[in-house]
C-alpha cells in the first residue's frame, strides 16, 4: 500500500512535472510567438518608418527640386530683366553718344568757324589798347615793345607797323594789346 501511493505519489509528480514541462514549453512557445509578433511589429513599425522616411525624402526632394526650378525661373527672370536693362542702357548710351556727337560737332564747328575769324582777325586776345607813344623803342630788334602783366612783353615791328598791323604780341604770353598810331596823327 505504501509502495502504490509513492508510486501514485510520483507519478503524480512526474505528471506535475510533465505539465510543468508543458507549461514552461508551452509559455516558451508563446514568449517566443510573442517575441516573433513583436519583432515582426517592430519591423512593420520599422519598414513604416523607413517608408515614411523615404515619403519623406521624396517629398524633401520634390520641393528642393521645385524650389531649384522657382530659383531657376526667377534666376531666368532677373537675368531676362537684367539684360532688358542693359539693352536699355546701352541704347541710352547710344542715343546719348549721338546726341553728345551731335553737340560736339556743332560746338567743334562752331569753335573752328570762331578761330577762323579769329585768326583773320588777330592771333591773340587783346587786354585793351596802347598809346605807341607809351611804348619803348627796342633799337636791336627794332620794335616798340610795352610790358605785359606776365612780365614778358608786347613787341610790334616797326615792319608790322609799316605793314598796317596795330596788335602788338606777348613774346612769352598768348596776350595781346592794340597798338594806336598817334604818331601818324602827330606827323599830320
Ligand atoms: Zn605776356
Same mark, same amino acid.
Given at each position: ?17 510533465? $505539465? ?14 510573442? &517575441?516573433?509578433?513583436?519583432? @515582426? ?14 515619403? #519623406? ?12 526650378? &522657382?530659383? &531657376?525661373? /526667377? ?6 530683366? $537684367? ?6 542702357? !546701352? ?11 551731335? +553737340?560736339?560737332?556743332? $560746338?567743334? %564747328? /562752331?569753335? @573752328?568757324?570762331?578761330?577762323?575769324? /579769329?585768326?583773320?582777325?588777330?592771333? !591773340? ?5 596802347? %598809346? ?13 615793345? +610795352? ?20 596788335? !602788338?604780341?606777348?613774346?612769352?604770353? %598768348? @596776350?595781346?594789346?592794340?597798338? @594806336? ?6 606827323? #599830320?
Amino acid at each position: 500500500m505504501k509502495n502504490q501511493i509513492q508510486n501514485e505519489n510520483q507519478i503524480q509528480i512526474q505528471n506535475e512535472n510533465q $505539465n510543468q514541462n508543458q507549461n514552461q514549453n508551452q509559455n516558451q512557445i508563446q514568449n517566443q510567438i510573442q &517575441n516573433e509578433n513583436e519583432n @515582426l511589429n517592430q519591423n512593420q513599425n520599422q519598414n513604416q518608418n523607413q517608408i515614411q522616411n523615404e515619403n #519623406k525624402f521624396i517629398e524633401i526632394q520634390n520641393e528642393n527640386q521645385n524650389e531649384n526650378q &522657382n530659383e &531657376n525661373l /526667377n534666376q531666368n527672370q532677373n537675368e531676362n530683366e $537684367n539684360k532688358f536693362i542693359e539693352i536699355q542702357k !546701352a541704347w541710352e548710351i547710344l542715343s546719348n553718344q549721338k546726341l553728345r556727337e551731335d +553737340y560736339e560737332l556743332k $560746338n567743334k %564747328s /562752331n569753335i @573752328l568757324e570762331n578761330d577762323s575769324e /579769329n585768326e583773320l582777325e588777330q592771333d !591773340a586776345p587783346l587786354i585793351g589798347s596802347i %598809346s605807341i607813344d607809351d611804348m619803348d623803342w627796342d633799337g636791336i630788334k627794332n620794335c616798340f615793345w +610795352y610790358p605785359c602783366p606776365c612780365g614778358g612783353r608786347f613787341e610790334i615791328l616797326e615792319q608790322e607797323l609799316d605793314l598796317g598791323i596795330d596788335i !602788338a604780341i606777348c613774346d612769352s604770353c %598768348s @596776350l595781346g594789346i592794340r597798338v @594806336l598810331f598817334e604818331v601818324i596823327t602827330e606827323d #599830320k
